[in-house]
């Protein structure tokens, strides 16, 4: 008995072993089938794309990092040799200089008409070329003017429109010391084949000369319109910033048209789901659900909620995102199921840092994963070169780039500021958050390469 019982005790301990170690197996086997998981569903995100972008040779080209040396000049005058001893010699830096309108630098920041962009001319045999910061005309050879703009590619007739604000007018300060601004002139339609050589379609929203209490009487702000299409309306709706000088209305107007090229009628203003909204965009998803997202909260934060199924309104739906951070400038964007924003930080119209955030959806959690910028040198990349985003559009046959759109605002001449449009590709993992799922980077990185020049190539 005795025996029988110390073998059924070792048997009992045995199986005991058995069942732990069984365990263990069982639980490496569920980890390492996890982690196939994720390796699969990491590929299926981004995977093939790094194999394709690191075979295609565009990809490279559009990734090349590019330094930029700019050396910042002596102060002007000569200084007394007393003067010299009592203060020593003031140091400037670059974003000094962007923002002085007497800077011996201004040609760099903001290049003279005679280094235009005219597509009639400068059009090479296989290729379109942007040089971010030039003056970028029109078909008719006058400057386009679509600041804080967006583009809506309309698949009925194969064209590219480009909305945004005309603010061809006298800049002046709304208030003693007050912000720099012009007044209200309108939306300024362009419409494209190719992305690159731009007709005026003219004003599509026009001001209102006399009507003082209306939303877009001249003394107002509209800002950052964007349109999209509505398949079940076959309406194009335009969303935008509606604002008083001050910009304490900080709401959101929309209008409506038959066609991309307007004209536009105007339908009102909220301030949607009851908050303040400043810097906004629209965007659409594939399954035809848009959203709106705003600044609010006296820009500490963002909101986002869908829109009512005709785009016409809000619904009671809201989310708050990047609760604290202090973002505006909102351009969102959506690759292999994974939603992107940038966003710039609240500076007016000086430049500050983009940041890049992702979300699996669309409604958040929304993570930032860090500065986009690469190339040019630390301040570029502070200052998002010296430019704000406004738009990222999908660069057309060549899936996971995108064209970063931004404005290099010239607050000192507003009608003056510049077009910012550089290749953005989502590739590589993300600097930050450092989290790893099963050995891998939750997020991909995306990335905004700084170029004097770079290309699209045609496509018959
Ligand atoms: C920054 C915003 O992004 C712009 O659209 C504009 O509202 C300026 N502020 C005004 O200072």
């Not at 005795?2 to 069982?26: D, E, F, K, P």
Request: hydrophobic share 35%.
């Amino acid at each position: 008995m005795g025996l029988y019982l110390r073998a059924h005790a070792l048997t009992v301990a045995q199986a005991g072993r058995c069942s732990t170690t069984a365990l263990i197996w069982s639980l490496v086997g569920c980890l390492l089938l996890l982690n196939l998981f994720s390796i699969v569903r990491h590929k299926g995100k981004g995977g093939e794309f790094q194999l394709l972008a690191s075979h295609h040779p565009q990809f490279r080209e559009l990734q090349q990092v590019e330094e930029e040396n700019i050396q910042i000049p002596p102060p002007r005058g000569k200084r007394s040799p007393r003067a010299a001893k009592r203060r020593p010699k003031r140091t400037t830096t670059l974003i000094d200089e962007f923002l002085n309108e007497d800077s011996q630098l201004r040609h760099i920041f903001f290049p003279s008409q005679k280094s235009v962009i005219d597509p009639s001319k400068d059009a090479g045999n296989d290729s379109y070329y942007y040089y971010p910061g030039r003056i970028w005309l029109d078909t008719d050879g006058n400057p386009i003017q679509a600041h804080g703009g967006g583009i809506l590619y309309d698949e009925l007739s194969r064209t590219y429109y480009w909305y945004g604000e005309y603010k061809d007018g006298p800049t002046y300060l709304a208030q003693k010391n007050g912000l720099a601004r012009v007044d209200i002139i309108g939306v300024g339609c362009y419409s494209s084949k190719d992305l690159w050589t731009w007709k005026n379609e003219g004003i599509v929203l026009a001001a209102q000369e006399t009507n003082e209490t209306h939303d877009l009487h001249k003394s107002n702000v509209l800002e950052r319109p964007k349109v999209i299409y509505n398949e079940k309306t076959g309406k194009y709706v335009m969303w935008m910033h509606i604002d008083d000088a001050n910009y304490t209305k900080a709401s959101v107007g929309v209008a409506i048209s038959d066609n991309p090229d307007g004209p536009f009628d105007y339908l009102g203003s909220q301030r949607p789901h009851g908050y303040e909204s400043r810097d906004m965009t629209i965007f659409k998803d594939e399954d035809g659900v848009a959203y709106l997202i705003y600044s609010s909260e006296d820009n500490s934060e963002l909101h986002i909620g869908p829109l009512t199924e005709d785009y016409l309104n809000v619904t009671s739906v809201m989310r708050r995102i990047l609760v604290g951070q202090r973002r505006e400038a909102p351009a969102l964007f959506k690759h292999r199921g994974t939603y992107y924003m940038i966003t710039s930080g609240c500076t007016g119209w000086a430049p500050n840092e983009a940041l890049a955030h992702a979300a699996e959806s669309i409604f958040g959690p929304w993570e930032t994963v860090g500065n986009p910028c690469i190339g040019g040198n630390k301040v570029f990349q502070q200052t998002t070169f010296f430019a704000q985003s406004t738009f990222v559009l999908p660069l057309p046959g060549l899936p996971g780039s995108f064209i970063f759109m931004a404005d290099r605002w010239n607050p000192a001449d507003l009608r003056n500021s510049r077009y910012v449009w550089l290749p953005l590709i989502v590739a590589g993992p993300a600097d930050q958050p450092l989290e790893f799922s099963f050995g891998f980077p939750s997020w991909s990185r995306v990335s905004i390469y700084w170029h004097r020049k770079w290309r699209i190539s045609k496509v018959e």
